[in-house]
């Protein structure tokens, strides 16, 4: 485990999820840092997707301005043939187990980019792959990217749109990967020193029954956390899916899992993922007591 954290990280706000320019954030690492230290925010996990890229970045930054960053990844994986997303927390960004889980991603993501230009190239949008990638810049590529090129293009009025028309589920830049399993990436985390913790399960459009799966194979797998808050939620469904946590640990024979929260913050101007947006409820087992537990 990492233990790279001051001892008054947890005097102000917390927040376990968000992404800079290093994935599909708008904002750079320094400004994403910046603005969390303007929210109030003292703990920030940075958690671009499958890259560690913003790290050292987001650490200087954070040195200068005195938020405590937590180093964190958010890998796509599958649950069987589900695309789910598992965040590691308090990771080594340097492990080799971790970089060679990295760069697995990268080219997955390489071969995903070039088939979705491909696509787009077919619908009369040329350049699509050149422009995708100058908005990534050193990150790495994604569907956004894309959408952004198509508005910046004038194909599209927003992004929006453009994941409505030509990027979303079942359109022409829909393109399936072959991400590894959960396990293979519950595992590449542990690895790292880092607490696996299963983002934002109520996104996924699940039934009760397979959330309950879903969440026994995640803790069978070696999963540690559960991400109970993504962004502001309906109480209601907050409250339910700690029940079910509860109820699924009780059969288990077993305390439930921690709890981690995130705002999953992309870009301003959307106050329900704004940095620091949201806070545990009473009575839940925080995920970072794993590492203030190891620390005593």
């Given amino acids: 485990m990492v233990l790279a954290l001051t001892t008054n990280e947890n005097t102000g706000l917390v927040d376990l999820h968000c992404h800079s320019t290093a994935?599909?954030?708008?904002?750079?690492?320094?400004?994403?840092?910046?603005?969390?230290?303007?929210?109030?925010?003292?703990?920030?996990?940075?958690?671009?997707?499958?890259?560690?890229?913003?790290?050292?970045?987001?650490?200087?930054?954070?040195?200068?301005?005195?938020?405590?960053?937590?180093?964190?990844?958010?890998?796509?994986?599958?649950?069987?043939?589900?695309?789910?997303?598992?965040?590691?927390?308090?990771?080594?960004p340097l492990s080799t187990e971790l970089q060679e889980a990295i760069a697995l991603r990268e080219r997955l993501r390489q071969e995903r980019a070039e088939q979705i230009a491909e696509r787009l190239e077919k619908r009369g949008f040329s350049g699509a792959l050149k422009g995708a990638r100058e908005l990534a810049g050193d990150g790495v590529i994604g569907r956004p990217h894309f959408a952004r090129w198509l508005v910046r293009a004038g194909h599209v009025e927003d992004s929006g749109?453009?994941?409505?028309?030509?990027?979303?589920?079942?359109?022409?830049?829909?393109?399936?990967?072959?991400?590894?399993?959960?396990?293979?990436?519950?595992d590449s985390i542990r690895a790292a020193g880092g607490v696996a913790v299963l983002a934002h399960p109520l996104k996924y459009g699940l039934t009760r029954t397979l959330l309950r799966r879903l969440l026994c194979e995640f803790a069978e797998a070696g999963g540690q956390a559960v991400e109970l808050l993504s962004g502001r939620q309906n109480p209601v469904q907050t409250r339910e899916l700690r029940q079910l946590m509860v109820s699924v640990a009780a059969e288990a024979g077993q305390p439930p899992l921690h709890v981690s929260l995130g705002s999953d913050f992309h870009q301003p101007e959307q106050p329900w993922r704004e940095l620091g947006c949201v806070q545990l409820p009473d009575g839940v087992e925080p995920v970072w007591n794993l590492w203030e537990k190891l620390r005593a």
């Fill in 23 to 92: 994935s599909d954030g708008i904002l750079s690492p320094a400004q994403l840092v910046s603005r969390a230290k303007s929210q109030g925010v003292t703990l920030l996990a940075l958690t671009d997707h499958d890259t560690v890229a913003g790290l050292p970045e987001a650490r200087r930054t954070g040195d200068q301005l005195g938020v405590s960053i937590l180093p964190g990844i958010e890998f796509s994986s599958h649950w069987g043939r589900r695309q789910v997303h598992i965040i590691g927390l308090n990771i080594d």
């Fill in 161 to 186: 749109r453009a994941f409505r028309r030509y990027l979303g589920a079942g359109k022409a830049g829909d393109v399936k990967v072959d991400w590894p399993q959960l396990a293979d990436t519950v």
